[in-house]
């Protein structure tokens, strides 16, 4: 396996997101290689499963072995209403990874440790994660910014998170393991603490991620070798092409305002309206609208031609409604 050039980007300290499987494993052995001393993992215990214990104890054991100093949170997953246990997760994870940085700061600051404060956290996805997040935004008739996939770096929380092996297939990570001596163990088995663990989820087919691993990927090998590569060419354009649509909704709602009035939004063109709206209530409302939901207020706004027409229209939790002359979003009734 190649080594991740961007990895010799990064300023040390930094945080390795790390479950105990092989893509993480991998890469908290490179960072610690590359930055020897100055990497702390942590572990996000979920305990969505039995093994969740396992996972805990195995990274444990690893950790120790390699000097690395590891934090284990435990973070709550639950779904609301119209969420996907999936996307639940993936919030709860990265919200705990922040939580626990700012935290192992606030002691390295506390106890006068003389390091400077960890601005980093690295995630080990992988080239086949970003296909399996692209065939699903696919699947799910997603726009542009479900077809962007993931990204490999992004700010949160005043934080940089940064994907290095997103270019790298699993074969090949898997392969370097081996190459290392390392080899996988069950929850549950002998040797608690060596190689990685597997995770039993993953040869689960009845997840969608899953079938496409196991189904789709294989053929398209055989048919694409080079899919992986093409496939994530497609995601950076449609992340650019995502970039110029947020532009230009922040343009368009500086002359709407926001909340946005009714009439400056009526002025856009359909297109140039959906944008707004879509921007509008993502960024101010953490929410997006189905598409049969935008296409009814998009309907509504074009109807709105006299005071006493009202609009109301149901969108993720909440309602758009109208309020005087503007647009107003609300979880109330």
Known sequence: MAFPSILTSLIPPLAVAYSGGADSTALLLLCTRQFPGQVHAIHIHHGLQVAADDFAAHCQGFCTALGVPLQVVHAQAGHAPGQSPEDAARRARY?????????????????????????????????????????LALSRGAGLPGLSAMPQQWQRDGLRFVRPLLDVPATQIRGWLASQGLQARQPGGANLGQGWVEDPTNADTQFTRNRIRHTLLPALQAAFPQF??????????????????ADLAIADLLQTGQPPQIAALRRLTSARQANALRYW?????????????????LAQLAACTTRGH??????????????GSVLHYSTVL
Do not use: C, W
């Open 281 to 297: 209530l993502r960024h101010a409302h953490a929410t997006a609208p189905s598409a049969a939901q935008l296409d009814e207020l």
């Open 95 to 135: 919200a705990a990874l922040s939580a626990a940085v700012f935290e192992l700061n606030r002691l390295s600051a506390q106890e006068s440790i003389a390091q400077a404060a960890i601005k980093t956290i690295v995630i080990a996805q992988h080239a086949d994660d970003q296909v399996e997040t692209l065939l």
């Open 228 to 245: 992986r590569d093409t496939f994530a060419r497609s995601a950076r354009h449609a992340a650019q092409a995502q970039a110029l649509l």
């Open 310 to 323: 009202q609009i109301h229209i149901k969108v993720g939790a909440g309602f758009v409604q109208r309020q």
